[in-house]
């Protein structure tokens, strides 16, 4: 989920205005306009599941990132892949890998009245 300012002037304009939605999904023919780079830079041999949604603030970003359980070695487990992510984006300017699980969020304070994580607050983090 994204803030609105990301879609350019039209966008803008809709949620700027006083009749817009508070949040929306979108792109469900799987056909995005980024689909095919984001299989280009990531060396996946079939697109990845992506499922757009913007929403009613300027500026932040959520990116869950699902994985195809096909990419991944029998017994692999989430502990394991986020290690690997936590290691890999580790100084990044541009991406931070969130604590595992509901427990860890919460002890880093990223959950808003304990249980939810607002893009909006994460607005000029990077």
């Known amino acids: 989920i994204s803030g609105y300012s990301g879609g350019g002037n039209a966008l803008i304009g809709i949620y ?6 508070p949040w929306g999904a979108y792109g469900y ?6 689909l095919p ?3 280009k830079y990531t060396g996946l041999n079939k697109q990845p599941i992506f499922q757009p ?10 990116v869950s990132v699902p994985l ?6 029998e017994g692999v487990t989430g502990e394991e ?3 690997v992510l936590s290691k890999y984006y580790d100084g990044s300017t ?16 990223l959950l808003e009245r304990g249980a ?5 607050s994460l607005a000029n983090t990077n």
């Not at 949604?53 to 959520?62: D, I, L, P, R």
Request: aromatic residues 8%; proline residues 4%; glycine residues 8%.
């Open 29 to 34: 023919s799987m056909s995005h306009k980024h």
């Open 37 to 39: 780079e984001m299989a």
């Open 53 to 62: 949604a913007v929403a009613t603030f300027a500026q932040g970003m959520v």
């Open 116 to 120: 939810f994580l607002r893009p909006d």
């Open 81 to 83: 892949v986020h290690d």
């Open 94 to 109: 541009f991406v931070k890998v969130m604590p595992l699980g509901e427990s860890g969020a919460k002890e880093a304070g």
């Open 16 to 21: 700027e205005s006083d009749d817009h939605e």
């Open 68 to 73: 195809h359980y096909s990419l991944l070695k």
